[in-house]
């Protein structure tokens, strides 16, 4: 049984630069989420994905966005790439939304140079 | 403002012994209470949770305690093992729709053998 799994590891942009990262939700889950991990901090929420639609949304400016597609994985891109957004990416995957636990895949390394 | 706070960055245990990794939230509207383990390069792995209406959760050598009017949590490990060493998340999920989490900013248990 697959867990989450997400691509790319890693990944360097330059500043300005556009970003999508790839996840796929531990089979039968149908929710995902997204979180951003900064270095020594805790993961922050950054949107949830259920039936294809943007169920909930963190703090994160409109240069965040996702997709969910019909199979349960999901898109996170980053437009206008800052510095600050250097961070590890966790994808989290449930089964429905109102599941309490999440099962998270191994991350995204972006580097923002 | 920090909903979710772990204040001990780091904590030091002797195998064997028990190991108390602390939480604190300030938002009395959480209605469920995670523990989440992370190794280097690995995603969260959840460990244990508890709902807003109990007082103790255990399963095995994990318990976990909360204590509502201290808006306050701890996660006991009984032994600890050097395997235990990894950093350790509190995470806390709101009663609106969905299953967002808000997380602390962890603990890094090392357990010495």
């Known amino acids: 049984d697959a867990g989450v799994t997400q691509s790319p590891t890693h990944l360097i942009k330059t500043r300005g630069q556009q970003v999508t990262l790839r996840c796929s939700p531990k089979?039968?889950?149908?929710?995902v989420s997204w979180y951003q991990q900064a270095l020594g901090q805790g993961p922050q929420f950054i949107f949830q994905?259920?039936?294809?639609?943007?169920?909930q949304r963190g703090n994160f400016p409109d240069r965040f966005s996702g997709h969910q597609f019909p199979n349960y994985s999901s898109e996170l891109n980053v437009n206008a790439l800052l510095l600050g957004d250097s961070a590890l990416y966790l994808c989290?995957?449930?089964?429905?939304?109102?599941?309490?636990?999440?099962?998270f895949g191994p991350g995204t390394r972006l580097t923002v140079t | 403002d920090q909903q979710v706070k772990q204040n001990s960055p780091s904590l030091s245990v002797q195998e064997g012994r028990i190991s108390i990794l602390n939480c604190d939230y300030t938002?009395?509207?959480?209605?469920?209470f995670l523990w989440y383990k992370k190794y280097p390069a690995e995603g969260p792995t959840f460990l244990i949770s508890?709902?807003?209406?109990?007082d103790k959760n255990e399963d095995g050598r994990f318990t976990v305690f909360l204590n509502k009017s201290a808006k306050h949590l701890s996660l006991h490990i009984v032994p600890s093992q050097p395997g235990d060493s990894a950093v350790y998340f509190c995470?806390?999920?709101?009663?609106?729709?969905?299953?967002?989490?808000?997380f602390g900013g962890g603990t890094r248990l090392m357990v010495k053998p």
């Open positions: 989290a995957s449930s089964l429905a939304l109102a599941s309490v636990e999440q099962y």
């Open positions: 089979s039968g889950h149908d929710t």
């Open positions: 994905y259920y039936e294809e639609e943007e169920r």
């Open positions: 938002n009395s509207m959480f209605d469920y």
């Open positions: 508890i709902s807003s209406i109990k």
């Open positions: 995470a806390a999920r709101g009663n609106n729709a969905g299953n967002m989490l808000t």
